[in-house]
């Protein structure tokens, strides 16, 4: 079975340009998370979704940064405009609520670098 | 937030040698989970538990719920090379705005020498 997908692997943007990472979770799990990964923060959760719905939303970081869930297959996670702080790994994640909605699949994660 | 604090922060062994590292917290978790990151890649899933006291082994691994519910404990038994990598101790904790959501620790980063 396919795991988490995720694209681009690798993003080089330059500040002010906009960015879109994209995720298909894992086939039949209903909750997708959007996490960040850094050196100072570690792993940091910024958006997760219910059945397409997003559920909680408190660790986006500003109003720069936006997800969607328009289907149990894809979501994506934008950013516009871009800052150099925003550099970072980021990671989507899904699960399913009766196989324990905290044992969350990874996917391999999106580097983004922006100048 | 809730934090976890994971010990020791990186740790140096040689192969063939038992490994042990703990996650502790000052507010109690009800599940506890271990993820190990490869480097370039997602964190993977090793071990999930759910009762205070519970031992649970997958493979070489074997984690631990502590009684007191505040932390937990992996050990790594005849590590191996393809041991190396990130570590991660994670619980779910009250985000504050209705839900739960999974807080991971800082890591402990294993390095094996052949």
């Known amino acids: 079975d396919a795991g988490v997908i995720q694209s681009p692997r690798h993003e080089v943007t330059e500040m002010g340009q906009e960015v879109t990472l994209r995720c298909k979770p894992i086939?039949?799990?209903?909750?997708l998370f959007w996490y960040r990964q850094t050196m100072m923060r570690g792993l940091e959760l910024l958006i997760y979704?219910?059945?397409?719905?997003?559920?909680?939303d408190s660790g986006m970081p500003e109003d720069r940064f936006s997800a969607k869930m328009p289907n149990a297959s894809f979501s994506t996670l934008k950013i516009q405009p871009s800052e150099p702080r925003d550099s970072a790994v980021y990671f989507c994640?899904?699960?399913?609520?009766?196989?324990?909605?905290?044992?969350?699949?990874f996917g391999p994660g999106t580097r983004l670098t922006v100048t | 937030g809730q934090q976890l604090n994971q010990s020791p922060q990186s740790m140096f062994i040689q192969e063939g040698e038992d490994v042990s590292m703990n996650c502790t917290s000052s507010?109690?978790?009800?599940?506890w989970l271990w993820y190990k990151q490869d480097p370039g890649e997602g964190p993977v899933l090793l071990i999930a538990?759910?009762?205070?006291?519970e031992l649970t082994s997958n493979g070489r691994l074997t984690a631990q719920f502590g009684i007191t519910r505040k932390d937990s404990f992996l050990n790594i038994s005849a590590s191996i090379p393809s041991d190396v990598g990130i570590y991660f101790c994670?619980?779910?904790?009250?985000?504050?705005?209705?839900?739960?959501?999974?807080?991971f620790g800082k890591g402990t980063k294993l390095s094996v020498i052949p």
């Open positions: 507010s109690i978790f009800n599940t």
């Open positions: 979704f219910n059945n397409n719905v997003p559920i909680d």
């Open positions: 994640a899904s699960s399913l609520r009766a196989g324990g909605v905290y044992e969350q699949y």
């Open positions: 538990l759910y009762k205070a006291g």
């Open positions: 086939s039949g799990h209903d909750y």
């Open positions: 994670a619980g779910p904790s009250y985000s504050g705005a209705g839900s739960y959501q999974l807080t």
